[in-house]
């Protein structure tokens, strides 16, 4: 407990300028998130310049070159000057700041910076060891030149660390004397060939690295304000304070008070602390570039910036009627922090309330609140159940305005209607707060916020939630269906991109070079002079007999009747959506769309093409352990699938005990299968009714198979290469079932490296593997996708997808 003078009932006369502040004594070092963002942003900057050194090597050459040169054409005796000086400086001008920071009585700062140094000292020699000693060759020559030099030198970075953990950088003249330094003594260096370009700029960014992870681990000193400096700010806007007690931080980490005046009336004090305010910017850097510009936020403010921003929202609201805290002034408090002074009004969340206590009258009221916000064009952007409170008089009350915007656009507000209605959801049903909602707001406004129903739109506690209890989000639109038929209500898309495109995206990176590295080890000219290209026409038949086979397989599972020629079309056109999904997405999405174009209801399209997927992999599970026996039995000297099936049978079995022994993966596999296969076994009942089509679509199902195979058994006899058809089977449908898993559009990357592999334990060259697997791709999956965009484009035309 923090005072001055302690008094009955902890009040004392207001002239006497004595207030007793009830407060946690603060923490004399705290760990500040800013220190951290710097961590983590030089630690990717240095990752972000090794990877660009090592792929722009020539251009880092030839810029070590003209460094070099230029600084090779100073005088020696410049050079010579510069290497005493800077040599000097750097260890002068830190032991300098040392004394006048021990005379100043601030000598844990100075251990800090030792600490720093030490550190630096290490990590730096540790890293040239391993650099000169087992680091990858282009990494040793970018740093040392081939030459006698340290890829990091081991004076610059324990000074660099030491500035650092100091915080030398926020004394203006010490910082000029300590860079003054650093440039005479990199200078010194280049001149006479003791360090690169890339260990200069390494070097650097090591020791900053130190420095700030230093600052993060040990902690900074405290200067927060305390709780006497909060009154004495009070004090100068002119209120007389008795009693100041401080209670629970709000959602965003800021300080609360609950302070008495002279007056007996109470002040709400909420405290902005600087060094608050980064607290949470990866998660806001991360939103704000996923999502579309007018529902960002910015990621980083500065003090002045955010209270300004909470005042104005605060007279705003009070302005347009809302029943919000009064706010009484505004002050800074040196230049750490910032206060707002409120009106206190006794109240608790209306999260701290039971469920049947939220009767229809309080939540029209909480409507209400939201409509007169909405008419001043007023957006909260943050109505939680821990923003809205339940005053002592039965009165609705909004805080938390500084999340808020004024003259907010349409998207805005209804995003602010999509909000209370996914927490009302929550709480009272969606029935109950769609009724309500369009009771107070009208049925037209809450159908607005139809398109906006989506988890990304909604507030991190109630998306949380929302992913717990997923029917909320499609039982909210089915009532605001029911309310609004016939709203028509154009589809908002509030991402730039979704986490599973971003994961794509690397993943067809990696793939691209994984394929690109293959293309290297093959002499194209060779392969095409070389060459049967009989085989490749056989190759290309079997390819396209492949979509003949998949239109045949899926019409079997439907019961209902489809026209072959467009069903064959479908499966054209996926060859180019996989150019932009997985394998295993792809075709299940278009097969669905197209079904439910036909007239099938929805649920019987997804159970159909499900039923197709079921049974294709089962008849792929067979055909791979048929293949194995059969290529086991002819005793293969190159290939032993037997042995090699047990072990990924074993496998496999060991993995899915792992999952279904962990409990979270266990509900994922079981919701995904469900989700997947629901409705499939009435389907295939459905099916089994009529023989035509049990035929159809076994016939389908292995003739898919058999196609592929034979394809990629031709693409081998092209390249001269000898290899039983079982053999091949074996090496398809496992290389198959790895590329269905890949995240990468059509399972590129991870396709060609395993029917590559697969091919070369076979007993295939690896030149001749490569170059079979490459025929196969291009006949599979690239020369499909110009005849495959032409078909989508036309079937949408046409209305069929």
């Not at 609360?256 to 002040?267: E, M, N, Q, W």
């Not at 403010?301 to 809302?322: P, V």
């Not at 996926?574 to 997405?585: E, G, H, N």
Request: overall charge positive; charged content about 15%.
């Amino acid at each position: 407990m923090r005072g001055i003078k302690e008094k009955d009932d902890s009040l004392t006369s207001p002239d006497s300028g004595v207030v007793l502040v009830v407060e946690p004594l603060l923490p004399q070092r705290i760990r500040r998130p800013s220190d951290l963002l710097r961590l983590l942003m030089t630690l990717l900057a240095i990752t972000a310049v090794v990877l660009l050194a090592l792929v722009a090597q020539r251009t880092l050459n030839g810029l070590e070159n003209d460094v070099q040169a230029g600084t090779g054409r100073a005088p020696e005796w410049i050079s010579s000057i510069a290497g005493l000086l800077g040599g000097v400086a750097v260890l002068a001008v830190p032991v300098a700041f040392a004394v006048e920071r021990v005379f100043h009585r601030d000598g844990m700062r100075v251990a800090q910076g030792l600490i720093a140094a030490i550190l630096a000292l290490l990590l730096s020699y540790a890293l040239g060891e391993w650099v000169v000693n087992s680091g990858p060759v282009e990494l040793r020559q970018l740093l040392t030149g081939n030459r006698d030099v340290e890829p990091l030198n081991t004076v610059l970075t324990p000074a660099i660390a030491y500035a650092t953990a100091v915080r030398m950088s926020r004394r203006p003249r010490w910082r000029a004397l300590m860079w003054v330094a650093l440039i005479l003594d990199f200078f010194a260096l280049f001149t006479s060939a003791k360090i690169t370009v890339l260990g200069a700029i390494v070097t650097y960014l090591v020791g900053l690295f130190v420095g700030f992870a230093t600052l993060y681990g040990v902690g900074s000193a405290n200067t927060r304000p305390p709780g006497s400096a909060v009154v004495a700010a009070l004090r100068r806007l002119g209120f007389s304070i008795v009693s100041a007690r401080r209670i629970d931080d709000d959602s965003s980490g800021s300080r609360r008070y609950i302070v008495g005046t002279a007056d007996t009336s109470r002040l709400s004090v909420t405290v902005l602390d600087r060094d608050r305010q980064v607290a949470g910017v990866v998660y806001r850097l991360w939103r704000r570039l996923r999502l579309n510009s007018e529902t960002r936020r910015r990621a980083i403010r500065s003090l002045r910036a955010e209270l300004e921003r909470e005042a104005l929202m605060a007279y705003a609201a009070q302005a347009a009627g809302a029943s919000t805290p009064k706010l009484l002034g505004t002050s800074e408090i040196g230049t750490e922090a910032a206060l707002l002074a409120y009106e206190h009004v006794e109240s608790r969340p209306i999260e701290d309330l039971p469920d049947e206590d939220l009767g229809d009258e309080l939540l029209a009221e909480m409507w209400e609140q939201v409509r007169l916000l909405h008419a001043r064009r007023l957006a909260h952007r943050h109505l939680t159940g821990e923003s809205i409170h339940l005053s002592a008089d039965g009165r609705i009350v909004l805080v938390d305005a500084r999340s808020g915007e004024i003259a907010a656009g349409d998207l805005l507000l209804r995003l602010d209607v999509a909000q209370l209605l996914a927490y009302l959801g929550l709480r009272v049903g969606p029935e109950r707060a769609v009724k309500t909602g369009a009771a107070v707001l009208g049925a037209d406004t809450v159908a607005s916020a139809l398109p906006l129903l989506q988890r990304i739109a909604l507030a991190r506690e109630t998306r949380t939630a929302a992913r717990k209890h997923k029917n909320l989000l499609p039982a909210l639109r089915e009532q605001i269906v029911a309310l609004k038929p016939q709203a028509a209500v154009e589809e908002v898309r509030l991402e730039r991109f979704r986490p599973r495109t971003l994961v794509t995206i690397i993943a067809s990176a990696i793939a691209a070079y994984l394929v690109l590295s293959q293309l290297s080890q093959v002499n194209l000219i060779t392969v095409i002079t070389s060459a049967h290209w009989g085989w490749g026409g056989v190759a290309l038949v079997a390819a396209a007999a492949s979509y003949l086979a998949a239109a045949s397989m899926l019409r079997g599972f439907v019961p209902e009747q489809l026209p072959f020629g467009r069903t064959v079309l479908v499966q054209l056109a996926s060859s180019f959506v996989k150019l932009v999904a997985p394998a295993a997405v792809g075709g299940v999405a278009i097969n669905t769309r197209y079904l439910q174009k036909r007239g099938i209801p929805a649920g019987q399209a997804v159970a159909s093409v499900g039923a197709s997927q079921l049974i294709g992999l089962a008849s792929h599970i067979l055909l791979l352990v048929l293949s194995g026996y059969l290529t086991g039995t002819q005793a293969a000297p190159s290939l032993t699938p037997s042995r090699g099936i047990l072990i990924s049978l074993l496998a496999a079995a060991v993995v899915m005990v792992i999952i279904l022994a962990v409990p979270p993966l266990r509900r994922m596999l079981s919701t995904r299968v469900r989700s997947l296969f629901s409705g499939v076994v009435p389907r295939l009942l459905d099916v089994l009714q009529s023989p035509a089509k049990i035929i159809e679509a076994v016939t389908g199902t292995v003739l898919v198979t058999v196609s592929f195979v034979i394809c990629l058994a031709a693409c081998v006899k092209a390249f001269g290469g000898e290899l039983s058809i079982t053999a091949v089977a074996v090496v398809f449908l496992a290389g198959n079932a790895i590329g269905s898993a890949a995240p990468t559009p059509g399972g590129l990357g991870a396709v060609e490296l395993s029917l590559t592999a697969g091919l070369t334990v076979a007993g295939l060259p690896q030149p001749v593997a490569a170059s079979a697997v490459l025929l196969f791709r291009l006949m599979t999956f690239w020369l499909p996708v110009l005849p495959g965009w032409a078909s989508f484009t036309w079937l949408q035309r046409n209305d069929q997808l």
